[in-house]
């Protein structure tokens, strides 16, 4: 994959902490910025003792903090406006010492307090004395930090600075920088396409007070757009009734009926590369729907509803290019179900879930699903959060993406 323009404009924290390696750190943070990234230098008191702050400064553009009582540089409580705009906080090199503070949740600097304050992902590139690497202490923190999600660079062997030969010397800025750039291309898979989403569910008005509807979240379907939009694509989510906001960075269209919906599909649907419809839809509107609240009276109330389209069933006669995938709700004949709609729906595959299972359907944060493909196979998933059956379905679309790729050339 080209790294293209992964890092342009990421905004990364720099820790440089106290060890002889601190000099590379200013290669380090010359690269990031050749990358396209912004770089914010954090050094602790022990790093200034070996490269100078005026260094970073320069090499960066940008303000360095030395510490949690100088001079402002951004507005807002300084750790916590650092801590809150970083993509990505690297720490190299990282000394035995801020590692064990880590470990912890010492935050006694600038440089621990940041990183205990961010939500941002964190790389530690260690580098120390081998004997000081591998002391049972050392790996213990370090498993601690691993545990809870942060990503051990590990160091290089080589000659170290104290005269001896074994591992502990940070790893060359270029390999430093490559591994934070293949972070940030990571979830650009899906760049430069178009994926569009359904989610929630579609109702039908009865009066002007009531409606029929259903128990779809949207979560599934939000779900989906969320990681699409993660991976890169531009991610239109045509949400029916759901309690959920609008999708931070993909364009959320709201709808209440399924003609509203398919309105919006429609008008999205020619130059999208997939569908993914996760909407429950509303499969009958009320035939005459009131201008007026319609009074109750002693007498029983029967209304006639009407089919409405099925919007997937339009897409699959009209698909040319398009990848579609459908989801199959069901309480019963599960498998049966699915496939007949998958071949009745032109579908590339369909996701099947029982919905009377514990741990899957509408409203919970988990499901269990079985994908369904074209060529009959089934593959069945256990329960797993609704964020990873996203990851599970967008995988699959990949594949097919890929498969036609390989197909063209
Ligand atoms: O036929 P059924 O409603 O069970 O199929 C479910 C799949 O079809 C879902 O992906 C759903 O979003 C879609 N669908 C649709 N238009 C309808 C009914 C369902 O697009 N009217």
Not at 64 to 79: R, S
Not at 164 to 180: K, S, T
Not at 229 to 250: Q, Y
Not at 272 to 291: E, H, L, T
């Amino acid at each position: 994959m080209s790294s293209g323009h992964c890092m342009t404009g990421k905004k990364i924290i720099l820790g440089v902490t106290g060890g002889i390696a601190a000099y590379k750190a200013v290669e380090v943070a010359s690269r990031l910025r050749k990358a396209g990234a912004e770089v914010h230098v954090i050094m602790t008191r022990a790093a200034q003792e070996f490269v100078t702050e005026l260094t970073f400064r320069e090499i960066t553009g940008n303000p360095v903090n030395t510490g949690m009582w100088g001079k402002v540089a951004h507005w807002n409580v300084e750790h916590i406006a650092l801590a809150q705009m970083a993509d990505l906080v690297l720490v190299a090199p990282a000394t035995a010492n801020l590692i064990a503070k880590l470990s912890i949740g010492m935050a006694d600097d600038m440089l621990t307090t940041t990183i205990l304050a961010t939500r941002a992902p964190v790389f530690l590139a260690p580098a120390m004395n081998s004997n000081m690497f591998s002391n049972p202490v050392t790996q213990k923190n370090l498993e601690t930090l691993r545990a809870q999600g942060m990503e051990i660079i590990p160091p290089a062997s080589g000659h170290l600075a104290c005269g001896v030969d074994g591992v502990g010397r940070l790893p060359e800025p270029v390999d430093i920088v490559a591994r934070v750039e293949e972070y940030f291309c990571q979830g650009q898979s899906l760049k430069g396409r178009k994926i569009l989403v359904t989610a929630g569910g579609t109702i039908a008005p009865i009066d002007p007070v009531r409606f029929i509807g259903n128990r779809s979240s949207g979560k599934m379907g939000y779900a989906v757009a969320e990681e699409a939009a993660r991976r890169g694509a531009e991610v239109v989510l045509v949400l029916g009734v759901s309690a959920l906001p609008d999708l931070g960075n993909a364009r959320t269209i709201r709808v209440e009926t399924t003609e509203e919906m398919r309105q919006a599909v429609l008008q999205e649907f020619s130059d999208s590369d997939a569908v993914i419809k996760a909407a429950a839809v509303a499969d009958y509107r009320v035939k005459q729907v009131a201008g007026q609240k319609i009074k109750k009276s002693d007498d029983d109330w029967s209304i006639d509803l009407v089919r409405n389209p099925d919007i997937l069933y339009e897409l699959g006669q009209k698909k040319e290019h398009q990848v579609l995938v459908g989801f199959a709700a069901e309480t019963q004949n599960l498998m049966e179900y699915a496939k007949k709609k998958l071949a009745k729906k032109n579908l590339d595959f369909i996701v099947a879930n029982d919905v009377t299972m514990p741990g899957a359907g509408f409203q919970g944060e988990t499901n269990i699903a079985r994908l369904v493909f074209r060529d009959g196979r089934a593959e069945e998933h256990p329960m797993m959060k609704k964020s990873e059956l996203a990851c599970v379905i967008l995988d699959h679309l990949e594949g097919i993406f890929r498969e036609r790729c390989a197909r063209v050339e």
